[in-house]
């Protein structure tokens, strides 16, 4: 009951809107216009945060009974809030050359982010390709922006 109280809390929270979500969208076109130290500023209070949310869900999970929820379960999860292992310098170079793109200038931060971790994490090309033709077609909708 606990961990099902927490995680409707945490997606709750995912799909309320925050500051970063407040603004203009957060895409190729916004990240082109910082200059370098503001994007090594967003990325980590980016990823600071995210690693700060996933240590407390890790220990949250950590506190309920192990055999309720299988640790294969808990990894989806938690997994998207790992970004360890991973520098800001390689996140700012892999996002600058990832909207240097023209097909991926819509592309909303919070996804091209996780695509560079991926890929800078040795994920499959092949896998990163279907990923990537997936976020474009989704960044071409009407309402893109509004999600």
């Keep these: 009951m606990r961990f099902g109280t927490l995680l409707l809390a945490a997606l709750l929270l995912a799909?309320?809107?925050t500051g970063i979500d407040s603004g203009p969208a957060k895409n190729g076109y916004w990240w082109a216009?910082?200059?370098e130290p503001a994007k090594l500023w967003f990325l980590q209070g980016y990823t600071e945060g995210l690693r700060r949310a996933n240590g407390l869900l890790r220990q949250s999970v950590?506190?309920?009974d192990?055999?309720?929820l299988a640790?294969?379960?808990r990894e989806p999860v938690t997994s998207y809030l790992d970004f360890s292992g991973v520098s800001y310098g390689q996140f700012r170079?892999?996002?600058d050359e990832f909207y240097t793109d023209y097909r991926n200038k819509r592309i909303n931060i919070n996804v091209a982010i996780l695509y560079i971790r991926d890929q800078?994490?040795?994920e499959s090309q092949s896998?990163?390709?279907?990923r990537l033709e997936g976020m474009r077609k989704g960044a071409v909708e009407p309402d893109y922006d509004d999600r």
Excluded: P
């Design 15 to 17: 799909s309320s809107t």
């Design 33 to 35: 216009e910082l200059n």
């Design 62 to 64: 950590n506190f309920d």
């Design 66 to 68: 192990k055999k309720t």
């Design 71 to 73: 640790a294969v379960r």
């Design 93 to 95: 170079q892999g996002l």
């Design 120 to 122: 800078i994490r040795g």
């Design 127 to 130: 896998e990163l390709d279907k």
